[in-house]
């Protein structure tokens, strides 16, 4: 019961925070809302068993403003390209190292890669390989170092068994 009691309470005030709604109604179904979604999650094998998840919170938190932070300079950097006269475009593929080992790390690399503008993850097919698509090499440079993969890594090293 705590497995699913504990995470389908916090889901439940997040759902409370965001919602303002706060009817009779509407409240027993985000209450029940939240606890079928901890169940199949549950089911998934979503839910954290190792009980991990205070570090991973704390993690994320922490990689979350970076990621922001990456988002704006590259928006800056696009921008940038966009209004240049010439428009000094140069669109390229390049394959990144991926060193995530679970499919939810790898997803989170990718996912964070498609957000930051300027580049999209086309292929995740290739074991430590994530083929991409940048439209220069400013965006392209700025992904080749690394630290992107190194940050997510670190996040998902909260989930994994040491």
């Given at each position: 019961m705590k497995k699913i009691g504990i995470p389908a309470l916090g889901l439940f005030l997040l759902w409370l925070l965001l919602s303002g709604h706060y009817t009779v109604l509407v409240t027993t179904l985000g209450a029940l809302?939240?606890?079928g979604v901890t169940i199949l999650a549950n089911r998934l094998g979503a839910l954290e068993?190792?009980?991990?998840?205070?570090?991973?919170?704390?993690?994320l938190a922490l990689y979350a403003?970076?990621?922001?932070?990456?988002?704006?300079?590259?928006?800056?950097?696009?921008?940038?390209?966009i209004w240049h006269p010439?428009?000094?475009?140069?669109?390229?593929?390049?394959r990144t190292p991926a060193s995530q080992h679970t499919a939810l790390g790898l997803a989170?690399?990718?996912?964070s890669i498609t957000l930051t503008p300027g580049t999209l993850s086309m292929d995740a097919d290739e074991p430590g390989i994530i083929v991409v698509h940048a439209i220069g090499n400013a965006t392209a440079e700025g992904l080749q170092t690394g630290e992107m993969n190194e940050r997510v890594a670190a996040l998902e090293g909260s989930l994994r068994a040491e």
């Open positions: 809302s939240s606890v068993p190792t009980g991990r998840t205070f570090t991973f919170l704390i993690r403003p970076w990621l922001l932070k990456q988002i704006v300079l590259s928006n800056i950097e696009v921008m940038k390209l010439q428009l000094p475009i140069q669109p390229q593929g390049i989170a690399f990718a996912n």
